[in-house]
């Protein structure tokens, strides 16, 4: 009897999981395009269209797009005037999705962030974004 339960216990995780991880993979292409139509908007000082890519919570949070806006250009340089993107892994984290982005600034420097994605009726928004710092390895 247990070996049963312990049976379809297992086949019950291993649909879950992989019905999570291919819905993650569908998801993908979507939320990298709302990220990079994003950027697209912050090269030319748009930010009234880069803030139709945020969530509820982050317009609620900054009020207007011109408030989002000098928030980006003050906070996030690297955001604002990105020189190169790449769209690295995303995950899930405690039922959040997590879209790694890596960035190369204007003087060449590389960032790595996090955009945590919240998908609502509009399709995929920008729920925060959080630099990572470097782990501290040295050469």
């Given amino acids: ?6 049976a379809i216990l297992t086949l019950f995780l291993t649909l ?3 019905s999570a991880a291919h819905a993650q993979d569908n ?9 990079q139509n994003q950027f697209d908007a912050f090269s030319s000082d748009d930010f009234e269209t880069a803030f139709t ?11 207007t797009h ?9 906070s996030y340089p ?6 190169d993107v790449r769209f690295l892994e995303l995950r899930s984290v405690a039922g959040a999705l997590y879209q790694k982005v890596q960035v190369r600034d204007a003087s060449g420097q590389i960032h ?5 994605m919240i998908e609502g009726k509009n399709g995929w ?13 040295s050469a």
């Fill in 1 to 6: 009897m247990f070996t049963r339960v312990f």
């Fill in 16 to 18: 879950s999981f992989s």
């Fill in 27 to 35: 998801a993908k292409p979507q939320i990298t395009g709302t990220i």
């Fill in 53 to 63: 890519y945020a969530s509820p919570f982050i317009k609620q949070l900054f009020g």
């Fill in 66 to 74: 011109q408030n989002f806006g000098v928030m980006v250009a003050r």
């Fill in 78 to 83: 690297m955001v604002h005037r990105a020189e």
């Fill in 112 to 116: 790595f962030l996090d955009y945590q």
């Fill in 125 to 137: 928004k920008i729920n925060g974004v959080q630099l990572i710092k470097p782990s501290g390895l």
